[in-house]
């Protein structure tokens, strides 16, 4: 697209993967495997390429790739992407530069081959005077949940929704990439739990339930309201982690 002005636009198929068609793979696998978000509304690294050369804003950005610095052995080669829509990226590993790529309209992404150690790789993307970074870190044992609202103040008229993730990190606070515990949710308050879900492609989980495996470190919950204004708090927890809590207020 970027190489040929001759091309009036684009379109993905699709954004969002949905239930169905899951070519090439057969079952358990039952949804869709090529959008750019997943079934949860949890963005795929691909969500980051869009973004690096769609954004409406034109705001600086910066993606790592993979977002798993933990599952790895000590010198694996790991390769690296980058998507931006800077002019340079600088990629560091522990705070030591592996050196800088220039990007232009026609990159699709930026790559350096790491020997994997542990600690925080950190992609820093440059453009004019801005500067942005991205980082992924090699986390611990899992300890806790942690839970996050996209909105934490709805109707309450029976429909309005809001949509909960939650995620499993360690003792500092670090998603747990490869952690897939059950999460049991109870919500308490004029609301109800109407959907769980992970994003997992290959899950035959129900969702219309209250509790959900961890899928890469990650479950949603969906939350409606009633008719009756209030707080609805929602609390998410695992065997032994430390549960995770959130409230919504709901208002006429």
Wanted: net charge negative.
């Amino acid at each position: 697209m970027e190489r040929r002005s001759y091309m009036a636009g684009e379109f993905i198929w699709t954004g969002f993967d949905y239930i169905g068609e899951p070519t090439p793979y057969g079952w358990p696998a039952k949804s869709s495997y090529f959008g750019a978000v997943d079934t949860a509304g949890f963005p795929k690294d691909i969500f980051y390429f869009y973004q690096s050369h769609w954004s409406r804003d034109g705001a600086l950005m910066v993606h790592l790739v993979p977002a798993d610095w933990t599952s790895w052995a000590a010198g694996q080669t790991v390769p690296v992407h980058v998507y931006s829509n800077g002019t340079s990226v600088e990629l560091l590993l522990n705070g030591k530069s592996l050196g800088s790529k220039t990007l232009s309209a026609t990159t699709g992404h930026l790559q350096w081959d790491v020997p994997f150690e542990t600690g925080t790789l950190t992609a820093r993307a440059v453009r004019g005077d801005t500067s942005a970074t991205d980082e992924v870190t090699t986390a611990g044992a899992a300890a806790k949940v942690v839970l996050k609202v996209d909105r934490d103040q709805i109707a309450a008229d029976g429909a309005d929704l809001a949509f909960i993730e939650a995620d499993i990190v360690d003792a500092k606070g670090v998603l747990v990439p490869r952690a897939s515990q059950k999460l049991d949710f109870v919500v308490t308050g004029p609301g109800a739990i109407v959907g769980v879900d992970n994003g997992n492609p290959i899950s035959t989980e129900p969702y219309k339930a209250s509790s959900r495996l961890a899928f890469s470190g990650k479950a949603l919950a969906i939350v409606q309201a009633n008719a009756t204004a209030g707080t609805i708090s929602v609390t998410a927890s695992s065997g032994s982690l430390i549960a995770g809590t959130a409230t919504i207020t709901t208002r006429r």
